[in-house]
């Protein structure tokens, strides 16, 4: 069973940072990504960004510049550096391991509890 652990949420005020970070438990194989969402009151989850294996990363239009994921050489580590905070970032975020399962020959995600990020005005 994987296992994901969120940490680093908080109360922040806005311009501040925030360092959110996951870890995986359990041996994992066929790593593809690790990502980071994010779903404020009353609305979707939304990508906030991903790396994957090659190291590429993608980022929401509205954290471009602002954060930065990064991944751990053990690659089922992932880190969110959140610098500049604004309200509006304000949500709780989720952290997401996608890999391959060779036995049902399909991408799986597995998903953390999620840490509360709190961005004061």
């Known amino acids: 069973q994987v296992q994901l652990v969120e940490s680093g949420g908080g109360l922040v005020q806005a311009g501040g940072s925030l360092r959110l970070s996951c870890a995986a438990s359990g041996s994992i194989f066929n790593f593809n990504a690790m990502g980071w969402y994010r779903q404020a009151p009353g609305r979707q989850r939304e990508l906030v960004a991903i790396?994957?294996?090659?190291?590429?990363?993608n980022y929401a239009d509205s954290v471009k510049g602002r954060f930065t994921i990064s991944r751990a050489n053990a690659r089922n580590t992932v880190y969110l550096q959140m610098n500049s905070l604004k309200p509006e970032d304000t949500a709780v975020y989720y952290c997401?391991?996608?890999?391959?399962?060779?036995?049902?020959?399909?991408?799986?995600?597995?998903w953390g509890q999620g840490t509360q990020v709190t961005v004061s005005s």
């Open positions: 790396i994957n294996s090659s190291a590429n990363t």
């Open positions: 997401k391991l996608n890999v391959y399962a060779s036995s049902s020959r399909r991408f799986v995600d597995y």
